[in-house]
Each structure stands twice: as C-alpha cells, then as structure tokens.
C-alpha cells in the first residue's frame, strides 16, 4: 500500500489560493488519488479524485504529474469556512484497506 | 438518501461495561468501513465488510472488540468489556466500489469510557 506525505499544517488568509501537495512514491498503476476534508466534530468528506493530469470541480482542483509520485489540491480564494484539516489518500482498486495518514490541517485567517 | 446514519450520537460509560455502536450503510452501497479517531493515533481503520462479509479486520485492536454485519443495511461495533482507552470517535463510511469510489461518512459516535 502506497504511503503518504504531507505537511501538518498550513496557514493562509482569505481570499488566497492554497495549494497542498502530497507525496506518494510507491504508488500503483491502478491506485487513484482521493482528497478528503474533515471539519471538527465531522467525518471526513469527499473533496476530489484524479489518476493522472487534471481534475477540477466546483469545490477545488488536483493536479497530478505525468510520473503521479505527487499530486497537488488547489483550493482558489480560500474563506474561513475552508478551515480543516485535508487527506490525501492513494486508493487501491484491489482493497479497502484505506489508509488515512495525518493529514494537513489548514488555518485560514481574516 | 439521508447518508450514512450512526448511532448513538454520544455514549458514556463506565469500564467494564459492553458498548454497542450501530450503522446504517447509504442503500446499495456494498462496502461498509469502521474507523476510530483519536487525537494521539489519527483516523484508524478497524474492518471493513464487502457484501456484509468482514474481508479485513487486522486493524481491530483486541479480541475485546468485534463487528458483525447482519445484512446489508446494518452494521454494528461491540466492545466488551470497554476499556478507558477506548475513549474516541468512531465512524462509519460506506461506498459503492473500490479504487475510484468516495467513501461517505456518517457523523460519528463519540465515545467516553469512565
């Protein structure tokens, strides 16, 4: 199973585009990238999903390179409301052994 | 669909006494995942099921606790006798299929023992 690495934390300010990027060198051919947001006292929600190059939704965009050892989020014009913390997962398609690493927890401030 | 439902919402209790969570998947969804978070150890992977049968447990923490799921729109996680350092959230998610599937999650049990 692919592991993850992301930064703890990160701090931003409203209204400024925050990217998070997560490494995954021992990724699959067949695994995806998943981006999970987590609020307190919540369970985690769907943000996003890609394989390779770009996907974007009304919510953020993922951006993955051709070698996918790495994928960015990109979350345009942050509010306070986007104040979480935010997993990157690399999800097999042969198991449900997902694996939730620590994630990032992102601080946007006024 | 009103989501993955869990409950209850909260439960305390004292040590030594049996704890019983329960879930109900999102309808047609045939996975079924339990997870507990805590502050020291993050969001941890108990079981998980594939058409009600348990395909991975090895993330449950003892023989303590266990997990059954009956059919396919109930699923329960009992820990007997429950131990102070059970305390923590434990989630419910459900999806559809592996590999690009999202997982839903239901709003958590946040479990105190005394």
């Known amino acids: 199973l692919a592991k993850t690495t992301q930064p703890i934390s990160m701090d931003s300010y409203e209204g400024q585009e925050v990217n998070i990027t997560c490494s995954h060198n021992?990724?699959?051919?067949?695994?995806?990238i998943t981006w999970y947001q987590q609020f307190p006292s919540q369970g985690p929600r769907f943000i996003i999903q890609?394989?390779?190059t770009k996907v974007t939704n009304e919510v953020a965009s993922l951006f993955i390179p051709a070698d996918r050892k790495s994928s960015t989020l990109s979350l345009p014009r942050v509010s306070l409301s986007d104040t979480a913390v935010y997993y990157c997962?690399?999800?097999?398609?042969?198991?449900?052994?997902?694996?939730f690493g620590q994630g990032t927890t992102l601080q946007v401030k006024p | 669909d009103a989501g993955v439902i869990q409950s209850p919402r909260h439960e305390v209790t004292e040590m030594g006494q049996e704890v019983t969570l329960r879930c109900k998947p999102i309808?047609?969804?045939?996975?079924l995942f339990w997870y507990r978070q805590t502050m020291m150890r993050g969001l941890e992977l108990l079981i998980y099921?594939?058409?009600?049968?348990?395909?991975?447990d090895s993330g449950m923490p003892e023989d303590r606790f266990s997990a059954k799921m009956p059919n396919a729109s109930f699923s329960t996680l009992k820990i007997q006798p429950s131990e102070p350092r059970d305390s923590a959230v434990y989630f419910c998610?459900?999806?559809?299929?592996?590999?690009?599937?999202?997982?839903?999650f239901g709003s958590g049990t946040q479990l105190s023992v005394l």
């Open positions: 998610a459900s999806s559809s299929s592996l590999g690009n599937e999202k997982l839903f």
């Open positions: 021992n990724i699959a051919t067949n695994d995806y």
């Open positions: 890609g394989y390779k």
């Open positions: 997962l690399v999800t097999p398609g042969n198991t449900g052994k997902l694996i």
């Open positions: 309808s047609g969804h045939d996975y």
């Open positions: 099921f594939n058409n009600n049968v348990p395909i991975d």
